[in-house]
């Protein structure tokens, strides 16, 4: 059983950075795929970058250049660090916890609660 707890988010302006951070625990982190996810009111949740426990990252298209994420083993964390956030970037944010191989991953998907991202003037 995995536990991840999310903070960072907030209200910033069009042009402006966060930082979003995750803490797990409850397991071994490092056996662990980390990403983090968005969803927007009415949207579906959609994939905002990922990190493989061998640090290999993919991120979706919108946020290429804008968006890094970032994984520490030894502190059970992973980041998300964002720039340039533009207004269609608001959604609440969720962190992502999956085991890695096929039917590991099937049986271990664990997701946080949350934190808000709003980019406004």
């Known amino acids: 059983q995995v536990q991840l707890v999310e903070s960072g988010g907030g209200l910033v302006q069009p042009g402006g950075s966060l930082r979003l951070s995750c803490a797990a625990s409850g397991d071994i982190f490092s056996l662990y795929d980390m990403g983090w996810y968005r969803q927007a009111p009415g949207k579906q949740r959609d994939l905002v970058a990922v990190?493989?426990?061998?640090?290999?990252?993919n991120y979706e298209e919108s946020v290429k250049g804008r968006f890094t994420i970032s994984r520490d083993n030894a502190k059970n964390t992973v980041n998300l660090q964002m720039n340039s956030l533009k207004p269609e970037d608001t959604a609440v944010y969720y962190c992502?916890?999956?085991?890695?191989?096929?039917?590991?991953?099937?049986?271990?998907?664990?997701w946080g609660q949350g934190t808000q991202v709003t980019v406004s003037s």
């Open positions: 990190i493989s426990n061998s640090g290999s990252t």
């Open positions: 992502n916890a999956r085991r890695t191989g096929f039917l590991a991953a099937i049986m271990s998907n664990y």
